[in-house]
């Protein structure tokens, strides 16, 4: 008798055409592996190591895509840049160049199917399992082994079920998901562990919203955090024109999962992670109380950078200025994402709010190149970490929280709860 | 294989920023530079120390060690370093697998048993941490078949360019690994 499979097991048993368990390394082949501007260079050391030379397996199944440190802002940035270039030129490989966005948005834009295996050289690679794909990040010689060979292997992660159950209310968003289950949990909370998400709320999760968490299962040390393949997938493929390649994928009733958490959404309030961790959380209507000023605001990531989000900031910041003293920094997730806020008049409501418009990229989020911060100063990112030095200043603060939180936060120029802005 | 060296201890949750600070991304390419900033943001005194070669240092650390980004350069740095193995409660995983990938072990064990300064000799064949300060013992946690087998290679591109290919004996019969750190 057929013993029901969780959704990690189903995509790799489906790959290798047998039955998988939790527990099990197997050896798979992989379906795309990318590497970004920052890890791109030591991976590709690694495969002349590996080969003897400048070689991939497929090399219309590995990409590098120029998001961390492009334009250069540095010259041992433009000299990185140059080496991922000529790379290109001598394998054949897929490049995204600087301003096409975010590798983790790009790449279930236009590549990422369900039931794919994916890996890369950047730890928010686990983003694509939103869409029912074992993607997961890895190191810069196991992302070269991969690109190679075309295959890696994986041990079969056990399985944490989350069941979402409830309405969001007001204010809240995807965002406090993920952050109330970092709370419970704990940044090691998931460690090795597939974490999958099911329950009657998520079926009113767009793919925007469940990329927010699946992002984020990164943050509770998860081997990746995934959402069934759904009706909601098969409309997001087909506005990117790939509806053809959608399949359903979802687990098995019958499947073994280490452990079952409930999260009961109705109850969720608007919530920020405070320095100098992920797993650090308090509710934004107590951090407001502290009477937090804030410098910088930034909306962005391959977190919270997609359409839906800046949607979110510019239903707050329409007809609104942001508060004299705060800056705020837009990067949009990818030119797609760009190209419909434009066109829906989103860009323009941002702008006249006085928001600075990046382009498609990481931005200030790595700690590289852009809106680093000062001694001292204080940023509200929508990004999906806050650690000690993240934003390229280990005595800066970074808090972590929704986009609806960091447009209210902008426009007060301290930290608030943005329910009151909602209704 | 036995290594001693003197511990340095650091906290739980320390992160791959913590230890291979963004701010130095334009050094990735230059790690005989880029090493002198190892572990900076978790303690400024540890980089010069290290460097100085006068003495081995093994890096102890708590909860979750490494977590956060996925840059290799972390574990490559600390290895640079001189630092012969780390040691922590427990590791995050692309980390852990980074370690190893690169020849350097990483060993779960009990981290409050150890306290900054103690002499430490670690046999991680037996899995044995010998306390030579406190003259204690302490056993650590199993290295996963496959992760030993990459390491006793010096690293898995070894073990790949000595075999041809990417292959476990574990994968080809589909047998449980076993409930270890992996």
Known sequence: ?????????????????????????????????????????????????????????????????????????????????????????????LLADVGEGISHVLVSERYVKPGDVVVGADSHTNTAAGMAAFATGMGSTDTAVAMALGKQWFRVPETIRFE???????????????????GTIGEDGAVYKAMEFGGETIRHLSMDARFTITS?????????????????TRKWMRTHGREKEWKALAADADSTTERAIEVDCSRLEPLMAVPHTPGNIKRAIEVEQEGV??????????????????????????????????????????????????????????????????????????????????????????????????????????????????????????????????? | MVVRGKAWKFGDFISTDLIAPGRYAHLRDNLPEFVKHVLEDADTHFAPAALTGDQTYIVVGGRNFGQGSSREHAARLIKLAGVPLVLAKGFARIFYRNCFNIGMPALTVDTDQIAHGDELEIDFAKGVVRNLTRKTELTTGRIPPVMLSILQE????????????LVFEEATHGKKAGRGAL
């Open chain 1, 1 to 93: 008798m057929r013993v029901g499979m969780t959704l990690a097991e189903k995509i790799l048993a489906d790959k290798l055409g047998r039955e998988v368990r939790a527990g099990e390394i197997v050896i798979c082949p992989v379906d795309l592996a990318l590497v970004q501007d920052g890890t791109g260079t030591l991976t590709f050391d690694v495969i002349r190591q590996l080969m003897g030379k400048d070689t991939l397996k497929h090399p219309d199944r590995a990409m590098i895509v120029l998001d961390h440190l492009g334009p250069p802002g540095r010259p041992e940035y433009a000299a990185m840049h140059k080496r991922l270039r000529d790379f290109v030129k001598a394998t054949g490989c």
């Open chain 1, 164 to 182: 979402l159950r409830g309405p969001l209310p007001v204010g809240v968003s995807s965002k406090d998901i993920i952050l109330s289950i970092i």
């Open chain 1, 216 to 232: 984020m299962a990164q943050e509770c040390g998860a081997k990746l955090g995934l959402f069934p393949s759904d009706e909601e």
């Open chain 1, 293 to 423: 000023k804030v410098d910088q605001v930034f909306l962005g990531t391959c977190t919270n950078g997609r359409l839906e989000d800046l949607k979110a900031a510019a239903q707050i910041l329409k007809g609104r200025r942001i508060a004299k003293g705060t800056r705020m920094l837009v990067y949009p997730g990818s030119r797609w994402v760009y190209h419909q806020a434009l066109e829906e008049g989103i860009i323009q409501i941002l702008e006249e709010a006085g928001a600075v418009i990046g382009h498609a990229a990481c931005g200030p989020c790595p700690g590289m190149q852009f809106g680093l911060l000062s001694d001292g100063e204080v940023c509200v990112a929508t990004q999906n970490r806050n650690f000690k030095g993240r934003m390229g200043n280990p005595n800066s603060f970074l808090y972590l929280a929704s986009p609806w939180t960091a447009a209210a936060t902008a426009v007060e120029g301290r930290i608030v709860d943005p329910r009151r802005f909602l209704s």
């Open chain 2, 154 to 165: 010096g690293g898995v591109v070894e073990y790949i360019k000595k075999r041809g290919d």
